[in-house]
């Protein structure tokens, strides 16, 4: 059975015509070649799969596509502006957050909304690991990835966009 | 240019998942439920009859339409055990490990030939199960393979210096054995590949996670039966290998299937089948003693390890192989007189083994370094006091080892001083102390390590297979190919460091490119990228620099004295009027005037192509025999607090000090020290996959093979030191390996050292929360 759903997604509207069964992946993946989105588990565990819903992280792989109808979608690709990085882009090329870069795109999507909602202050880092907790990376040992988002939230401070 | 970080970055990598093509189909593996059973029918007809459905593969097509998986690792020897199986990509009458595929659906898309997957039927007769490698060695235990004499693959016997001297001096001999759990290396990525077959002109080209491009055209080439030279094999964005995706196996499976369907075919695997159908590592047992005199001076060892190899390895030999470093390794960076190590390896109804960083070289270290403490400890002497005694000095580099590794240099007592200054080992032992008093189980350890790096041995793939190639374009750019593959290891941040350096180009004009089979070498494995890639790299760079030097010369009207390289800009001496960008010096070499106005020397010697290809080999492997040609040292130094309650370790302290010779990028290996200090954390606390008696999996995903998350993951601190090695070009030494051997040893020792109230020796691995309470409960909670 075939569904109409309707997202914006990186700010874009669009309208997509899904399976019933279709996962939002498998969507974004293959439907809308957002290829950013990585596949690994398909079961929830890994997080290489992780988008924003309306501003939330969730495993993309664990949502049905039709769940997810008038949501506002964001993946790595609409962090972009144009040719240019977002500061936590630059944060994780700059520090080195980034090996195999396959864990990247999910860790980028926590971390964007982590720093997002954090006000004032350095994020500390028992929170940042907490809450990438559902993120797996098998290269870095995190330890540059918590440092990425840390600077993240302080460029961000420091009024570099966001 | 574009950097490889910018485009990751931006969401915009290309790997395997990613790869698309005109009507592409897409393949999935059916798995055998059973781990030792006879297939007694496979029927299709339903899963054919599936609208979307291509073709279904069986084991039968395989058996017909390709040949044996070909032979990688071959040696054999009096008095050593060493055989290898037939095995095919997939079988055709029999399976032997639980998982083991036994058809693949093609089909238009992915979900369609997942539902055909589950309407394959197979009949099944089960036979008896070879659950573990003590199982296996029985006398009467079944067979794996009908023409073994018995299950052991392999057996080898080594005497390293004077093993009877050595036992014969000692003033103790202490029994020593040691376990470590069965394991994945587990990139977050899993194996994939899109095959295609071209019918016309009879060319089969792949693209995907090819760890190893040139070896695995020629595996690939030699199971499907086709001409190497018709095979193209090329890398993709690699999303983590760890030796993982060394492999030419459901490859073939898929490359047939584009041969017998005409079609782009897809394989991507999901990370359930990574795990189920490995390769997999680790499961050792070492029995063993030590014989050491009272002052601590170490002697000798008699010990042997034995390998739960699972079946035979689809890289044919290559898990053999493995057995070679583990029974070499024990030796370290101490002076010994002697030791007899005995190497075996057991066929089981489990995945098979093969590559995972350590690759072996792990095991004995890992294993001596827990030895050495448990000696100390007897011998009321420190971790750091016993090591201290027992390092090979600085000033007796190169240093032959009785294991015949000559050993490149180093500061061992440096390197471990170095690691005392940033951990207050005194302070926390005082904490130890009054700790203890109030129930709290902190405990110390301290290891040290060298890593054999950049392996070349004879009879098999690895025999020291490098090729590089460095060439200045017409427009000035810069590109690079060597057989060292991306696999998030920084290759190309450090190929550009190398050929920028010293070439005098700009970083971003280098272009590192993708590695195909087109560039002969057995690519990133043995953590040899920084030896011999770098190598073949840099010599590159050096013979066109003197190119460069050369034309430029020629052009400035100079001698090549004159020519200063630095930033793009080619100048000659003081003459600020005399200067070129790259791209205006490559358009006067290649055309404006190009080639007819380089020195008439030039061209008579056909030295006119800014273009240098080379190879490079260990200057101390041919006369020393050594297998190695680095070796990086570490030290690790961990405090842990172990609640005996809950059985869980935390770590408390976390201090690693690293000499990888001259550091090419220091945020490269520091990231590799992070990420393998956290694998290696893993399989100390757990990381373990686990076979029931009828050889069925238990723990097939994420959510049940933990590795460690950001939250188990400690602060770690690095420390550099810096000793230039003399048989690499750069000076650099291999080091990938180095972290996940230290820092799994270091804490098992800590954790040991935790207990040691209880009198437990932490003698098996994963020091999992399950396993630390049977420990504490096991000593009866007495607090000797
Ligand atoms: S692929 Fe979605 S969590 Fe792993
Ligand atoms: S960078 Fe490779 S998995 Fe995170």
């Known amino acids: 059975m075939k569904i109409t759903v309707h997202y914006t997604i990186n700010s874009k509207a669009c309208d997509l015509e899904v399976d019933a069964g279709e996962t939002l992946l498998e969507a974004l993946r293959n439907r809308l070649k957002l290829t950013s989105v990585h596949r690994s588990c398909e079961e929830g565990e890994c997080g290489a799969c992780t988008v924003l819903l309306n501003g939330e992280p969730v495993n993309s792989c664990l949502m049905l596509a039709a769940a997810a109808d008038g949501a506002d979608i964001l993946t790595t690709e609409g ?84 | 240019m574009e950097s490889r ?48 459905v291509i073709r279904v593969i069986t084991g039968a097509d395989v058996v017909e339409h390709t040949h044996p998986l070909p032979v990688q690792a071959n040696f054999t020897s009096p008095g050593w055990t060493w055989r290898l199986a037939e095995v095919y990509a997939m079988p055709a009458d029999k399976v032997r490990w639980h998982g083991e595929p036994v058809a693949a659906v093609v089909a238009e898309d992915e979900r369609t030939a997942r539902i055909a997957a ?76 899109v095959g295609h077959y071209d019918r016309g002109k009879g060319t089969l080209t792949m693209w995907g996670a090819f760890q190893t491009p040139y070896l ?14 018709r095979v193209s094999i090329n890398a993709v964005d690699i999303g983590g290998a760890f030796g993982l995706k060394i492999h030419a196996w459901k490859e073939n499976v898929v490359a047939l299937a584009s041969k017998l369907t005409g079609r782009y075919v897809k394989w991507f695997e999901p990370q359930r089948d990574f795990i189920v159908t490995g390769p997999h590592q680790r499961d050792v047992s070492w029995q063993g003693e030590v014989a050491v005199k009272n002052d601590g001076t170490l002697l000798g060892l008699r010990a042997t ?10 890289q044919k030999g290559i898990a053999a192989l493995s057995i070679f470093p583990a029974c070499s390794s024990p030796c370290n960076m101490y002076r010994w007189k002697g030791m007899h190590i005995e190497g075996i390896g057991a066929v089981t109804n489990k995945s098979f083994y093969c590559a995972y960083r350590g690759y072996g070289k792990d095991k004995g270290i890992k294993f001596i370094e827990a030895v050495i403490n448990r000696v100390a400890r007897e011998l009321n002497m420190t971790p750091e006091a016993i090591r201290f005694k027992n390092f090979i000095q600085p000033d007796e580099f190169p240093f032959k080892a009785i294991n015949n590794y000559v050993l490149d240099n180093g500061d061992y007592p440096g390197t471990l001083n170095r690691a005392l200054e940033m951990v207050d080992v005194d302070k926390w032992r005082a904490e130890q102390e009054k700790g203890r008093a109030g129930g709290r189980h902190i405990g110390i350890g301290i290891v040290t390590s060298i890593e054999p790096a950049g392996v070349a041995v004879p009879n098999c793939q690895m025999g020291g297979l490098t090729q590089a190639r460095v060439a200045i374009c017409p427009d000035g750019t810069v590109e690079v190919d060597s057989d060292r593959t991306e696999i998030g290891q920084g290759s190309e941040i450090s190929h550009v460091n190398i050929v920028s350096g010293i070439l005098g180009c700009k970083k971003e004009d280098v272009y590192v490119r993708p590695v195909t089979s087109e560039t002969i070498g057995q690519g990133p494995l043995s953590s040899r990228g920084a030896v011999w890639p770098a190598s073949a790299v840099a010599k590159a760079a050096k013979q066109l620099r003197a190119k460069v030097d050369r034309f430029a ?42 080639p007819r106005r380089l020195p008439k020397e030039v061209l ?164 999992s929360p399950e396993r630390v309470r049977a420990w504490v409960n096991g000593s009866k909670g007495d607090e000797q």
């Open chain 1, 79 to 162: 962090l972009m502006r144009g040719d240019q990085r977002h500061p936590i882009m630059d944060a994780f090329v700059d520090l080195h957050g980034m090996q195999c870069g396959f864990c990247t795109p999910g860790l980028l999507m926590t971390g964007y909304s982590l720093v997002r909602k954090a006000n004032g202050g350095d994020l500390d880092e028992a929170t940042i690991r907490q809450s990438i907790e559902g993120n797996l990376c098998r290269c870095t040992g995190y330890m540059n990835i918590v440092k990425a988002i840390q600077e993240a939230k302080r460029r961000k401070d420091a009024g570099d966009w966001w």
């Open chain 2, 5 to 52: 970080e910018h485009r990751l970055i931006s969401g915009r990598g290309q790997y395997a998942d990613d790869l698309d093509f005109p009507g592409m189909a897409h393949l999935v593996f059916v798995g055998s439920p059973h781990a030792h059973a006879r297939i007694v029918r496979l029927d299709v007809a339903e899963a054919e009859a599936v609208p979307g």
């Open chain 2, 118 to 193: 589950d309407k394959i039927q197979v009949e099944y007769d089960p036979l008896p199960v070879v659950a573990g490698a003590e199982d296996a060695l029985k006398p009467n235990a079944p067979k794996l393979y009908d023409d073994w004499p018995d299950n052991k693959q392999v057996h080898l016997k080594f005497d390293f210096g004077d093993p009877d001297a050595a036992f014969k001096e000692a003033d103790r001999v202490i029994t020593v054995s040691n376990r470590e759990g069965r394991v994945t290396g587990l990139p977050i990525e899993g194996r994939g590949c």
């Open chain 2, 216 to 229: 695995q055209r020629h595996n690939i080439a030699a199971a499907m039966g086709l001409p190497e030279a």
């Open chain 2, 305 to 314: 390890v034995t390998h739960d190899l699972g079946v035979e390895s689809t």
């Open chain 2, 553 to 594: 010369a020629s052009m400035f009207d100079a001698t090549v004295d004159d020519i200063r390289i630095a930033d793009g800009v080619i100048g000659c001496g003081k003459d600020t009027e005399k200067q070129l960008t790259f791209a205006e010096f490559a358009n006067k070499a290649f055309f404006f005037p190009g």
């Open chain 2, 604 to 767: 008579l010697e056909h030295e006119q192509l800014l273009s240098v290809t080379t190879t490079w080999y260990s200057p101390s492997t041919p006369e020393s025999g050594s297998s190695y040609t680095t070796f990086c040292t570490s030290a690790d130094i961990a405090v842990v607090e172990v609640d005996t309650e809950t059985g869980v370790t935390k770590i408390l302290k976390y201090a690693h000090v690293h000499d990888a010779g001259t550091v090419i990028s220091k945020k490269v290996i520091d990231g590799q020290i992070h990420g393998g200090i956290v694998q290696g954390i893993g399989e100390a606390l757990m990381e373990e996959l686990k076979y029931d008696r009828n050889g069925q999996l238990l723990n097939t995903s994420f959510a049940e093979y933990l590795i460690p998350t950001a939250v188990e993951a400690p602060v770690i601190e690095i420390a550099h030191l810096v000793t230039p090695s003399p048989f690499s070009e750069t000076g650099a030494k291999g080091m990938g390996e180095a972290p996940i051997i230290g820092s799994k040893a270091v804490i098992l020792t800590a954790v040991e050292d935790a207990l040691s109230p209880f009198g437990i020796l932490v003698e098996d691995s994963p020091a």
